[in-house]
């Protein structure tokens, strides 16, 4: 059964940086599509990035390009969420989600697996 642990998650001011870790256990994951999803309290799960496992390919929301990386590090099965210029509405419970297949989803309902969340808040 696959599973999906997130870390990282913490307090951080406006401007600041935060890194998410996904450890990844109990599947092939090269034939994965990995996803970052985010929800803050009252709102709907949303996309915040997600990454093809086996050859790297990105897609973003338009309210993280050019702050947030996602990337993979296929010898330790883990995906990373780098997040820069942190801002008060990055304020949100983070989670990682696994898809098998190729297409870059970014709704939740396509994806297959979840992780319990990492919480992340920006204060001013």
């Known amino acids: 059964q696959v599973q999906l642990v997130e870390s990282g998650g913490g307090l951080v001011q406006a401007g600041g940086s935060l890194s998410l870790s996904c450890a990844a256990s109990?599947?092939?994951?090269?034939?994965?599509?990995m996803g970052w999803f985010r929800q803050a309290p009252g709102k709907e799960r949303e996309f915040v990035a997600t990454?093809?496992?086996?050859?790297?390919?990105?897609v973003y929301v338009d309210s993280v390009k050019g702050r947030f990386t996602v990337s993979r590090d296929n010898a330790k099965n883990t995906v990373y969420l780098q997040m820069n210029k942190l801002k008060l509405e990055d304020t949100a419970e983070y989670y990682c989600?696994?898809?098998?297949?190729?297409?870059?989803?970014?709704?939740?309902?396509?994806?297959?697996?979840w992780g319990q969340g990492t919480q992340v808040t920006v204060s001013s």
């Open positions: 990454i093809r496992w086996s050859d790297g390919s990105t």
């Open positions: 109990g599947g092939t994951f090269n034939s994965y599509v």
């Open positions: 989600a696994a898809r098998r297949g190729v297409g870059l989803g970014i709704l939740p309902s396509s994806y297959d697996y």
